[in-house]
């Protein structure tokens, strides 16, 4: 039996599924799967053991111009590695209406989210059967449920298992593990960054416990952020430009991560690698980083969680200092994860 998985975009989105392709393929042993994912992502579907094809998609490039696009060589590839397979199923775990044509696109029976579940209702017009499943559950149990109601099995909700095969993704990044911990300080929205301050306090705390601390970055603003951290602070390196490989070769090889809501912080679940994410604006209880040694450490600030991309408080400002340098804490409500408490809870986590 062969099933498309449509999921094309983002990281952590992508990440989600992962543990539903487990559970699938747990329970029908002759499950094969391809998987359409945007060009950006196309490393992790491969590192499931249980997907066989990657179909890249390039829609974030493609939307630009969407007529050229449309006439171009490029999306005609596309379509016809699409539809070269007849899929005994297709599964939309995403829910857009990108997403919901690129499954009637394909050939086959095309299943999804119910319009009253799902964030862009008008996807279910590209399905051929829907299926409910709650918001309350988090993003991961709710494509699990998808996955086992379509494919008629049942799976332990208590244990998860995102069945990355590490060996897929040696051969970058370190050779060996160390005393090491990872920084994923690059996030998307500005209300979700921790203080740059507080990252580069907390590096100078974790070189003092005789750690090396590694900085990845995505862009070249993540970049200077990273080079701000790591400034005067020989225990601190700012590493190459990654692929996500790389990235989750040196997550693999670290002791553990301490991470802002990011993708990557994702990555480090499904690496079940110990690691203390800090939320402010942003609540983990529906799709923060899921699964085992995962510590979320979410504000106290009367406003939080606003899930808003910008900042609305107006109330007193705050202030912190670091090695005499005065600093607004911006948005405020990261005054409630200051570095050395978040270290002593990344200490006790990886002693568990």
């Not at 029976?109 to 008008?122: Q, Y």
């Not at 606003?306 to 670091?322: L, Q, R």
Request: charged share 20%; glycine share 6%; proline share 5%.
């Amino acid at each position: 039996m062969r099933v498309l998985i449509v999921k094309v975009s983002s990281l952590g989105d992508i990440i989600h599924t992962l543990p539903a392709v487990t559970d699938a393929h747990k329970a029908h042993a002759n499950l094969t799967f391809d998987w359409v994912v945007e060009e950006n992502f196309v490393e992790v579907p491969s590192w499931h053991p249980a997907v066989d094809k990657v179909i890249p998609v390039a829609i974030r490039r493609w939307r630009r111009n969407l007529v050229q696009t449309y006439l171009s060589h490029e999306f005609r590839s596309f379509k016809r590695a699409l539809q070269g397979v007849h899929y005994d199923l297709v599964i939309d775990a995403q829910g857009l209406i990108k997403s919901g044509f690129i499954s009637r696109l394909s050939r086959g029976l095309t299943i999804g989210l119910s319009n009253r579940t799902i964030r862009e209702p008008l996807a279910t017009l590209f399905y051929n059967k829907v299926y409910s499943v709650p918001w309350t559950e988090h993003a991961v149990d709710r494509v699990r449920q998808l996955f086992s109601r379509a494919l008629k099995y049942r799976y332990d909700k208590e244990s998860i298992d995102y069945g990355i095969d590490i060996e897929r993704i040696k051969g970058t990044g370190e050779a060996s593990p160390g005393n090491r911990v990872v920084f994923l300080h690059g996030t998307t929205w500005a209300t979700k960054h921790w203080p740059e301050y507080y990252w580069r306090h907390l590096a100078h705390i974790a070189s003092e416990a005789g750690f090396e601390i590694l900085l990845p970055w995505g862009d070249i603003k993540e970049k200077q952020r990273a080079e701000f951290i790591a400034k005067d602070n020989s225990s601190v390196t700012v590493l190459d430009k990654q692929t996500l490989s790389g990235l989750a070769q040196h997550i693999t090889n670290s002791k553990g991560v301490i991470a802002v809501d990011t993708g990557l912080g994702h990555l480090a679940a499904a690496l079940a690698k110990p690691t203390v994410s800090l939320y402010g604006s942003t609540n983990p209880g529906l799709s923060g980083t899921f699964g085992e040694n995962q510590l979320h450490l979410n504000s106290n600030f009367n406003c939080a969680p606003c899930v808003k991309k910008v900042c609305t408080y107006n109330g007193p400002g705050i202030t912190d200092e670091f090695e005499d340098q005065p600093f607004a804490v911006t948005p405020p409500c990261f005054s409630a994860h200051r570095p050395e408490q978040v270290w002593q809870r990344f200490e006790k986590l990886i002693q568990e």
